[in-house]
């Protein structure tokens, strides 16, 4: 599933660190969901939704594949 996670956090000037911490996942799953490694579980995804003040929807593209 393609998103634009990577590209919200360094807007923001957030590091993969920081969003980790805010949403309390690892850095590796930031990383992961990031490259498209890891698809997040809809609770994390409506945390990151959160953080960005945006649909699931704007970050997630569900009918795209990497």
């Known amino acids: 599933m393609k ?3 990577r590209e ?3 807007r923001d000037g957030d590091s993969q660190a920081d969003l980790a911490a805010a949403v ?3 850095r ?5 969901i ?3 490694r890891y ?9 990151l939704a959160r953080q960005y003040d945006c649909a699931i929807e704007d970050i997630f593209d569900p009918d795209s594949h990497d």
């Not at 590796?28 to 992961?32: E, F, K, P, T």
């Open 34 to 36: 990031e490259r498209g």
């Open 8 to 10: 919200r956090r360094e």
């Open 28 to 32: 590796q799953s930031i990383n992961a």
């Open 39 to 47: 698809d997040p579980s809809l609770e994390l995804a409506f945390k």
């Open 24 to 26: 309390d996942v690892t």
């Open 3 to 5: 998103n634009d996670l």
